[in-house]
């Protein structure tokens, strides 16, 4: 499911996508983030993994993971598994013991959030109900489907169905105005596909054949499901009508694009673009009415190209497709029977997973989704050590010392973009482990019986808080991530990077362990957030949030030389035969991989002000660093889950994250003398060193 109308700020995660991180004592406690006395400091290296038979000259990811790879076993419930989702599980496991006891008071103040956790938990909870209800709860979504009689009817419903989380052809949502990011814009661009990407749709490939046959039976059971006639049928005429969307979207790489993907555009000439849409009644509908005079498309040929196969397609195979949409997105909320075929296509076939999570694991993603910073309130209260974010707070300052040292001695760069460079940096704004305000739910109505309905309403709540934001000051305290994500993200418009308190944890932070290795974990997740400003994409705004050219042409010329290369590199990694990495889709994120633990690296050696580091565990503090990055990325992932996840993905493959940088950074080779001849060695003049 994705939501339609959403803040759009420009997010660059730090995430995982395919990869994983690792926990160093996965039976610890959720409540494990503690301090420790310094003079209890260890290595923070979790030892027990390592394959010794492989050298760390040759494949340093297998030297430090090797046993765990041999021998774990990725969760039926899971397409994916590694020391990332651990943290995960910690996470996940604090946030339920804080639900269902919530769940479980029955003298909560009516009204208040804790209530609010408390009544829709135990609406997704009451699974009796929901097989008794089977598919009523969209029966007056449908209704208002079926009696749609023309095409001029669709901009209203689209902007209905909007509101619901459901997405359609036509997408819009608010974020900071790229080229103005003090103020609020309305954002409008491509969606309406089910498929994970278009590859899905228009690549030869039996992997991907075989996917769109099971899409086309499953898309026919689950509308016989729901009592429409012809199902057969109306899922062949889904799956030609979603291709020919899919053939004229552009592409995720083409998406990346800051620039191309800018374009405003004054209200009255949207119909010039996509003629025969209302945008008036679709602009009413979604609550933007005349709040604005311009939007800014992101796509404008697929609009264009989207009229004419409004035109050429039947009224009754878009109302065909708009149902389906809706009990696409909607499926999960039902009884048992659209739970599993759901679950069997979409986790089973597309990525792999043979069994569906437990209910309870569901139910809490819900509460999650729908009151992430009511949540995460009462999580932070429990479970974050006020020290832990002064500690964060001098990490990230030595890492952005770090980045200034390295802008300053760069020689591709020229002084004068050296200075706009610096004066960015300057402007960085950190946010660690909360919000200092926390979100207002307090116009969200929940009722214990009624999930679907709670689902509608929260999506709903969510559409209009972001709606209501047109035409106020752009509010720089918000925050893109509930405190319980583990992730980190960098956020162009504001400039700023943004550590939730949930990432705050071992393998990242371990505030027991000896810096080398929070400097490789924690450490290069704050440089590779600094370095998403510096990416090929973020590299095109400001300090300020705005898109703006701020380079000469000729290091503009340098830097696209080196991202080149980098491109080149990751191109030729193959984690699954046949199936490569692309390293222009993946570009910002390898960007960001190879400067921030280059950057992690040259902050470590500042912290030690000239004194040696001390040698634990047999390792030297440089070795141990890298170690520390390496065993972040310990984690695999089912084939199924790979190939989604290579054709999706800005980021690359765990595998790939966990070596690759390193043959960028001079400092591995020194650590652990990789020579020539050695697998992971690559000669001088080769190796890619941006920031």
Same mark, same amino acid.
């Given at each position: 499911?994705?939501?339609?109308?959403?803040?759009?700020?420009?997010?660059?995660?730090?995430?995982?996508?395919?990869?994983?991180?690792?926990? $160093?004592?996965?039976?610890?406690?959720?409540?494990?983030?503690?301090?420790?006395?310094?003079?209890?400091?260890?290595?923070?290296?979790?030892?027990?993994?390592?394959?010794?038979?492989?050298?760390?000259?040759?494949?340093?990811?297998?030297?430090?993971?090797?046993?765990?790879?041999?021998?774990?076993?990725?969760?039926? @419930?899971?397409?994916?598994?590694?020391?990332? #989702?651990?943290?995960?599980?910690?996470?996940?496991?604090?946030?339920?013991?804080?639900?269902?006891?919530?769940?479980? &008071?029955?003298?909560?103040? $009516?009204?208040?959030?804790?209530?609010?956790?408390?009544?829709?938990? &135990?609406?997704?909870?009451?699974?009796?109900? !929901?097989?008794?209800?089977?598919?009523?709860?969209?029966? !007056?979504?449908?209704?208002?489907?079926?009696?749609?009689?023309?095409?001029?009817?669709?901009?209203?419903?689209?902007?209905?169905?909007?509101?619901?989380?459901?997405?359609?052809?036509?997408?819009?949502?608010?974020?900071? @105005?790229?080229?103005?990011?003090?103020?609020?814009?309305?954002?409008?661009?491509?969606?309406?596909?089910?498929?994970?990407?278009?590859?899905?749709?228009?690549?030869?490939?039996?992997?991907?054949?075989?996917?769109?046959?099971?899409?086309?039976?499953?898309?026919?059971?689950?509308?016989?499901?729901?009592?429409?006639?012809?199902?057969?049928?109306?899922?062949?005429?889904?799956?030609?009508?979603?291709?020919?969307?899919?053939?004229?979207?552009?592409?995720?790489?083409?998406?990346?694009?800051?620039?191309?993907?800018?374009?405003?555009?004054?209200? /009255?000439?949207?119909?010039?673009?996509?003629?025969?849409?209302?945008?008036?009644?679709?602009?009413?509908?979604?609550?933007?009415?005349?709040?604005?005079?311009?939007?800014?498309?992101?796509?404008?040929?697929?609009?264009?190209?989207? $009229?004419?196969?409004?035109?050429?397609?039947?009224?009754?195979?878009?109302?065909?497709?708009?149902?389906?949409?809706?009990?696409?997105?909607?499926?999960?909320?039902?009884?048992?029977?659209?739970?599993?075929?759901?679950?069997?296509?979409?986790?089973?076939?597309?990525?792999?997973?043979?069994?569906?999570?437990?209910?309870?694991?569901?139910?809490?993603?819900?509460?999650?989704?729908?009151?992430?910073? !009511?949540?995460?309130?009462?999580?932070? =209260?429990?479970?974050?050590?006020?020290?832990?974010? /002064?500690?964060?707070?001098?990490?990230?300052?030595?890492?952005?010392?770090?980045?200034?040292?390295?802008?300053?001695?760069?020689?591709?760069?020229?002084?004068?973009?050296?200075?706009?460079?610096? *004066?960015?940096?300057?402007?960085?704004?950190?946010?660690? +482990?909360?919000?200092?305000?926390?979100?207002?739910?307090?116009?969200?109505?929940?009722?214990?019986?009624?999930? *679907?309905? &709670?689902?509608?309403?929260?999506?709903?709540?969510?559409?209009?808080?972001?709606?209501?934001?047109?035409?106020?000051?752009?509010?720089?305290?918000?925050?893109?991530?509930?405190?319980?994500?583990?992730?980190?993200?960098?956020?162009?418009?504001?400039?700023?990077?943004?550590?939730? %308190?949930?990432?705050?944890?071992?393998?990242?932070?371990?505030?027991?362990?000896?810096?080398?290795?929070?400097?490789?974990?924690?450490?290069?997740?704050?440089?590779?957030?600094?370095?998403?400003?510096? #990416?090929?994409?973020?590299?095109?705004?400001?300090?300020?949030?705005?898109?703006? &050219?701020?380079?000469?042409?000729? @290091?503009?010329?340098?830097?696209?030389?080196?991202?080149? =290369?980098?491109?080149?590199?990751? #191109?030729?990694?193959?984690?699954?035969?046949?199936?490569?990495?692309?390293?222009?889709?993946?570009?910002?994120?390898?960007? +960001? @991989?190879?400067?921030?633990?280059?950057?992690?690296?040259?902050?470590?050696?500042?912290?030690?002000?000239?004194?040696? !580091?001390?040698?634990?565990?047999?390792?030297?503090?440089?070795?141990?660093?890298?170690?520390?990055? %390496?065993?972040?990325?310990?984690?695999?992932?089912?084939? %199924?889950?790979?190939?989604?996840?290579?054709?999706?993905?800005?980021?690359?493959?765990?595998?790939?994250?966990?070596?690759?940088?390193?043959?960028? *950074?001079?400092?591995?080779?020194?650590?652990?003398? *990789?020579?020539?001849?050695?697998?992971?060695?690559?000669?001088?003049?080769?190796?890619?060193?941006?920031?």
């Amino acid at each position: 499911m994705q939501r339609t109308l959403l803040s759009l700020a420009v997010l660059a995660t730090f995430s995982f996508g395919g990869t994983q991180l690792a926990l $160093a004592d996965t039976s610890a406690p959720a409540s494990a983030m503690t301090t420790t006395n310094a003079s209890a400091l260890n290595s923070g290296i979790d030892l027990q993994w390592q394959d010794t038979g492989v050298r760390p000259q040759d494949d340093f990811f297998k030297f430090m993971s090797g046993k765990w790879l041999a021998t774990a076993e990725i969760p039926a @419930d899971r397409a994916r598994f590694g020391s990332f #989702d651990q943290l995960r599980d910690l996470s996940e496991q604090s946030s339920r013991d804080i639900i269902t006891g919530l769940a479980k &008071n029955k003298s909560l103040k $009516a009204g208040s959030n804790q209530q609010k956790i408390a009544d829709l938990y &135990n609406s997704f909870m009451d699974e009796k109900q !929901a097989n008794a209800l089977d598919i009523k709860p969209l029966t !007056a979504t449908f209704k208002q489907i079926n009696a749609l009689a023309k095409k001029e009817d669709f901009p209203a419903l689209i902007a209905q169905l909007s509101q619901l989380g459901v997405s359609l052809p036509v997408n819009s949502g608010v974020g900071q @105005d790229a080229r103005d990011s003090s103020t609020y814009a309305v954002y409008v661009s491509q969606g309406g596909l089910s498929l994970p990407d278009r590859d899905y749709y228009l690549k030869d490939d039996p992997k991907f054949k075989a996917f769109r046959d099971a899409y086309v039976k499953h898309v026919e059971k689950m509308l016989s499901m729901s009592g429409e006639k012809n199902a057969d049928k109306a899922a062949a005429d889904i799956l030609a009508l979603e291709t020919q969307i899919a053939t004229i979207q552009w592409t995720k790489v083409e998406n990346r694009n800051p620039i191309n993907t800018y374009n405003k555009i004054e209200l /009255a000439k949207l119909t010039e673009l996509m003629p025969g849409f209302n945008w008036t009644s679709y602009f009413t509908g979604t609550g933007v009415g005349s709040k604005v005079n311009y939007v800014i498309v992101r796509q404008p040929s697929f609009l264009t190209a989207l $009229a004419k196969i409004v035109n050429d397609t039947p009224v009754a195979v878009w109302k065909s497709y708009y149902k389906w949409k809706v009990l696409d997105a909607y499926a999960p909320f039902l009884s048992q029977r659209f739970v599993d075929e759901d679950f069997g296509f979409s986790s089973v076939t597309l990525r792999g997973i043979p069994e569906n999570q437990p209910r309870w694991k569901r139910g809490v993603a819900r509460v999650e989704e729908s009151l992430s910073e !009511a949540l995460g309130e009462l999580y932070v =209260a429990k479970y974050f050590p006020p020290e832990n974010k /002064a500690r964060m707070q001098k990490l990230v300052n030595n890492l952005i010392e770090a980045y200034k040292q390295s802008i300053e001695t760069l020689t591709w760069m020229s002084p004068e973009t050296k200075k706009e460079a610096l *004066v960015k940096l300057s402007k960085f704004t950190p946010k660690i +482990a909360y919000p200092d305000q926390w979100r207002d739910y307090s116009a969200l109505q929940i009722k214990a019986n009624d999930l *679907v309905g &709670n689902i509608m309403r929260s999506r709903s709540f969510e559409h209009q808080r972001e709606i209501a934001k047109l035409g106020k000051p752009v509010d720089r305290k918000e925050w893109g991530m509930s405190p319980q994500t583990v992730n980190a993200y960098y956020n162009s418009r504001q400039n700023e990077i943004v550590f939730p %308190a949930a990432i705050l944890q071992p393998p990242f932070f371990n505030p027991a362990a000896d810096d080398a290795v929070n400097y490789g974990g924690i450490g290069a997740v704050i440089g590779h957030e600094i370095s998403h400003g510096f #990416d090929d994409s973020g590299s095109q705004s400001d300090g300020d949030g705005n898109l703006r &050219n701020w380079w000469t042409k000729e @290091d503009k010329e340098n830097f696209s030389k080196l991202t080149s =290369a980098l491109v080149a590199q990751y #191109d030729a990694y193959s984690p699954l035969p046949g199936y490569n990495v692309n390293g222009k889709l993946t570009l910002g994120e390898n960007i +960001a @991989d190879n400067s921030g633990l280059a950057i992690a690296y040259k902050a470590y050696q500042i912290s030690l002000g000239g004194k040696p !580091a001390p040698v634990i565990d047999g390792y030297t503090g440089d070795q141990r660093l890298f170690m520390g990055w %390496a065993q972040v990325w310990r984690g695999k992932a089912r084939d %199924a889950e790979a190939i989604r996840l290579i054709s999706i993905d800005p980021h690359s493959p765990a595998e790939v994250r966990g070596n690759a940088p390193l043959t960028n *950074v001079p400092g591995f080779y020194s650590a652990f003398g *990789v020579k020539e001849g050695d697998k992971m060695y690559v000669a001088p003049e080769k190796r890619t060193t941006i920031w």
